[in-house]
Nanobody, 113 residues
Framework: QVQLVECGGGLVQPGGSLRLSCAGPQIAFSLSDMNWYRQTPGKERELVATITLGGSINYADSVQGRFTISRDNAKKTVYLQMNSLKPEDTAVYYC???????WGQGTQVTVSS
């Protein structure tokens, strides 16, 4: 049963931008921290950004200053604005609610010229 649904991935040139969205209408969204992870083949899933239920934010060093996480509790949606994209940002991006160990199905982001 899908409880988180991501969208917004795609193909973008280096230096470009994408905005990912993750909707969780079936979960206690306002009571949940929310994470964005990414994974490339053969590598472990990497935590990219976190926004807590209180609004505290943390980023991986690799995306600090380029990515922005935000949330809209009324819409039960978390966003990841990705700017100045690099080829090494290419991955499948997943949103996660750690309280319930709930994951989305992932959305592919490809950065290539």
């Amino acid at each position: 049963q899908v409880q988180l649904v991501e969208c917004g991935g795609g193909l973008v040139q280096p230096g470009g931008s994408l905005r990912l969205s993750c909707a969780g209408p079936q979960i206690a969204f306002s009571l949940s921290d929310m994470n964005w992870y990414r994974q490339t083949p053969g590598k472990e899933r990497e935590l990219v950004a976190t926004i807590t239920l209180g609004g505290s934010i943390n980023y991986a060093d690799s995306v600090q200053g380029r990515f922005t996480i935000s949330r809209d509790n009324a819409k039960k949606t978390v966003y990841l604005q990705m700017n100045s994209l690099k080829p090494e940002d290419t991955a499948v991006y997943y949103c996660n609610s750690p309280q319930g160990n709930i994951w989305g199905q992932g959305t592919q982001v490809t950065v290539s010229s």
